[in-house]
Nanobody
Framework: QVQLVESGGGLVQAGGSLRLSCAAS????????MGWFRRTPGKEREFVAA????????YYADAVKGRFTISRDNAKNTMYLQMNSLKFEDTAVYYC????????????????WGQGTQVTVSS
């Protein structure tokens, strides 16, 4: 089992920055990719970014390219999402997820999910 815990959410003004963290732990901690998704009430969960755990190569949704940066610390089993130039439309609950497969924007390929952390961007 892999447990994922997000942190770092909060309230920030438009144009500001925020860094989310996702700490992973568990008895059988093996995965090839981790990713971030977000959800606004009434909407489908949306892919944000994913990372190849071994190489560190990141992949991004068009909506966040150039503004968000995904990274990981192997020693800490922690993934990060640095969010810059935040916009009101970035407001959502952000979820981290782990996958035994390669990085993907497809939700069902991720086997483990965190509980989410709220990010609110004020205009």
């Amino acid at each position: 089992q892999v447990q994922l815990v997000e942190s770092g959410g909060g309230l920030v003004q438009a144009g500001g920055s925020l860094r989310l963290s996702c700490a992973a732990s568990g008895r059988s901690f093996r995965f090839n990719a981790m990713g971030w998704f977000r959800r606004t009430p009434g909407k489908e969960r949306e892919f944000v970014a994913a990372i190849n755990w071994n190489s560190g190569t990141g992949y991004y949704a068009d909506a966040v390219k150039g503004r968000f940066t995904i990274s990981r610390d192997n020693a800490k089993n922690t993934m990060y999402l640095q969010m810059n130039s935040l916009k009101f439309e970035d407001t959502a609950v952000y979820y981290c997820a782990a996958s035994p497969l390669r990085p993907s924007s497809i939700e069902r390929q991720y086997a483990n999910w965190g509980q989410g952390t709220q990010v609110t961007v004020s205009s």
